[in-house]
């Protein structure tokens, strides 16, 4: 056992420095030395390839020469502040390659202030930056991005509301004692109640975009009977119209911690899309229950339409401008709003659908 260590274990200072000049010689990082002026020394074959000059071309020239032309002056700060002991770990700079291309290196090097001698062993982390540089224009580009959808949201929710408080004067100027028809009575009151949740719901989003930072969303208990019934008075002509019928069942879980404004919306989108894509001569059927699960509430979303081809539409059902039916009103907006409000408050959505059977959303609400 002891002979088989010792033929690992350099046996004189010859064999050591013929392992180090090996190592020198072999490693793809760039190993180097350096005076205190900035003259190379020695200087390995990786730094020769990377840059793309000779050996001799290297050694013959300071190393300033091979520098990029910006970072030549924090360069020679920072060999300045290598003549002591203390190394310099992480420093990044860039370098001409012979063919003109550029290059970042990041040096780990330390001073011998009695040879005045700088050691320094350097990595090509020209592709790091470059990533980090595609990634920053992107970041640009989506904080752009965010601000135009902001002003947009916000110009349009904010200008929607002078037409609809026009709206609420007139209905406030009818004399409804003088019109005897119930049905029209009934009409005007959908109509005047329809207008007022339109315009709440045009104050919260005004409110919303409005605020700088992160919007505080409020959650409370919320009762999915009275929920549901406040979604479906806003949407009344539409349900009479499609003569859609509901099967509705909260008895199992009658509440939910939730957002009252996400809720609503995850409702109205739901429901609107069940009738909207209806099958053909067939009257919409949707049957909604709330069931208690291990650490949380389900809802349960089904309805009898046209349903989705689950091969084709696979994960993008939720995406934006995602549509998948030959409708106009159909904007790829609704499906995407319901998974973000839910994923927002750290709930789930999955959804399973035959076609020409019709489509079921499972809504996971946590405790």
Known sequence: MQSDRNSIIPNSDTEISFNLEQFFQLTPDIVCIADHKGNLKKVNPAFSNILGYSMEELLSKPVSNFIYSEDKIKTAQFRDNLRGKNPVLNFENRYLTKDGNIIWLSWTSISEPKSQLIYAIAKNITQVKKLEEERNLLLIDLAKLNADLKKFTYTTSHD?????????????????????????LEYIEL??????????????????????????????????????????????????????????????????????????????????????YCAPNISPSIIIRSVKVKNGIQLLFSDNGIGFDMEKVKGSIFGLHQSFHNNSDSKGIGLYLVQSHMESLGGKISVSSEVNVGTTFKLFFKD
């Open 160 to 184: 929607l509301r002078a037409p609809v408080n026009n709206l609420l004067s007139l209905f406030s100027l009818l004399d409804l004692s003088k019109i005897e028809d119930e049905q029209t």
């Open 191 to 276: 109509l005047n109640t329809s207008t007022i949740q339109m315009k709440n719901t045009l104050d919260k989003y005004v409110d919303a975009v409005s605020q700088e930072k992160k919007i505080n969303i409020q959650v409370e208990s919320l009762s999915l009977e009275d929920t549901f019934f406040m979604v479906l008075n806003s949407i009344n002509n539409l349900i009479q119209k499609s003569k859609t019928t509901f099967n509705v069942d909260f008895s199992e879980a009658p509440a939910v911690e939730f957002s009252s404004f996400y809720l609503q919306s995850i409702l109205l989108n739901l429901i609107s899309n069940s009738i909207k």
